[in-house]
């Protein structure tokens, strides 16, 4: 065997080079095949192979180039200036690595809890916490890389020391000075890990109905049912008070009121909400009240709750019983009708006025009857249903046109 102690330094280097160049590719290649075959069983193998394989790649490259280095060139003068850089791409190459395994680990966590089955809650929690761990452990690595690569600077360590009795004095200004950062930063970590919201929960903030679309370290991205993004300080999760509508489940009551005569037949009113209620699928079965809740100016306040599985399909439905029983009321209910009442001479005259039919009335389809199918915001067409699937409790939620008053009346 040849000695290369006799061969020029660049010789070397080129044979050692390739020879490291081919270790990295048999080493890799075969780390590859075994991922591979366990991928074949494993899930989580193929997401290891697409989080991992250049950052490994790069750390076996670095480490076979500061190899063939330290064998071509053992005692040139600029050694030491190189063998620092390389040691500076290693701690990135290495950091790189770290951080795509958590970020590996975390996707890992996220695919054992599936957000599109029906009772999804500890799944949005999970997702949640996941969100913001990995933004978090992301940044740790991040600055601990960094200050890695200052200390290998002499220079820089001498500093260090000098500064560390000064530490107390500079912390304090830099609390002071970035007091809001950090305190979203740790309104943030506070509210991934105690539920008070997660994400594709439905809230209603600052008076807009929407859907948490993404929880970060500083801010909350809010998606309204209209497609505008509110983006609030995570600090205004902690510091005001706010509605989350699908915290323990997604399942909702709603109101309808209507103001009517005094002789509207509330058995009649509770006859026509059974017959529309029972030709809906909006309406789940759990709650169908009609009350009267007022009676004061001349008029009677007939209120409706209804229950349904979501807000979506609870909006649909709070607005179909508010169509139907106007109709009842207009067709059938005449009696119901609001009036002002000005009794002038003989009260005879009024039962006269009061017993005309309105003969182009569209007559009602009979109590045994499903109600006339209507398209809501949430229901009646493909789009109101893509609509309502993001305010399910396997959430995912889209959004379309609602009345303005949608945040102070839901």
Not at 120 to 148: E, F, K, M, P, S
Not at 269 to 295: F, H, I, S, Y
Not at 327 to 337: F, I, K, M, N, P
Not at 354 to 367: C, K, L, Q, T, V
Request: charged share 25%.
């Amino acid at each position: 065997m040849p000695d290369i102690s006799t061969w020029e330094p660049a010789a070397v280097f080129a044979v050692v080079l390739v020879a490291v160049a081919a270790s990295v590719f048999v080493v890799s290649a075969i780390a590859s095949l075994i991922v591979r075959a366990v991928a074949r069983r494993r899930d989580w193998a193929t997401i290891l192979i697409r989080r991992a394989r250049w950052p490994f790649r790069t750390v076996l490259l670095v480490v076979g180039l500061a190899i063939a280095i330290a064998v071509a060139f053992p005692d040139e003068p600029w050694r030491p200036a190189v063998d620092h850089a390389m040691l500076i791409a290693l701690i990135a190459a290495g950091a790189w690595l770290a951080a795509q395994v958590i970020l590996f680990l975390a996707d890992v966590g996220e695919r054992r809890y599936d957000v599109g089955v029906a009772d999804n809650r500890v799944a949005r929690r999970v997702h949640t916490q996941l969100q913001v761990v990995r933004r978090l452990v992301v940044v740790v690595v991040v600055l601990v890389a960094i200050g890695a690569i200052l200390l290998t600077f002499d220079g820089v360590r001498a500093v260090g020391a000098s500064l560390l009795a000064s530490a107390g004095i500079a912390s304090i200004v830099a609390g002071l000075a970035a007091q809001s950062v950090l305190a979203n930063v740790f309104a943030g970590v506070q509210l991934a890990f105690s539920e008070a919201i997660r994400v594709d929960d439905v809230v209603v903030v600052e008076g807009e109905w929407g859907r948490i679309r993404e929880i970060t370290l500083t801010y909350v991205v809010v998606m309204t049912w209209d497609e505008r993004t509110v983006v609030l300080p995570c600090t205004y999760f902690t510091t005001k008070p706010f509605q989350n509508w699908t915290k323990y489940g997604s399942a909702v009551i709603g109101a309808v009121e209507l103001d009517v005569d005094w002789r509207v037949s509330t058995d009649a009113m509770r006859e026509e909400l059974d017959r529309l209620l029972a030709g809906t699928d909006l309406w789940d079965g759990r709650t169908k009240v009609l009350q009267v809740t007022d009676a004061t100016g001349g008029l009677v306040r007939v209120r409706v709750l209804v229950s349904a599985e979501d807000s979506a399909a609870l909006w649909d439905l709070r607005c179909l019983v508010r169509e139907e029983l106007v109709e009842w009321v207009r067709e059938l209910g005449r009696d119901a009708l609001p009036r002002q009442r000005v009794l002038i001479g003989d009260p005879a005259d009024e039962a006269a006025v009061e017993g005309r039919a309105d003969a182009a009335a569209e007559p009602r389809p009979p109590s045994g009857s499903a109600p006339r199918e209507r398209a809501g915001l949430f229901s009646g067409s493909d789009e109101g249903e893509q609509r309502a699937s993001e305010f399910t409790a396997a959430i995912p939620v889209v959004e379309a046109d609602e009345p303005d008053d949608v945040g102070s009346r839901r």
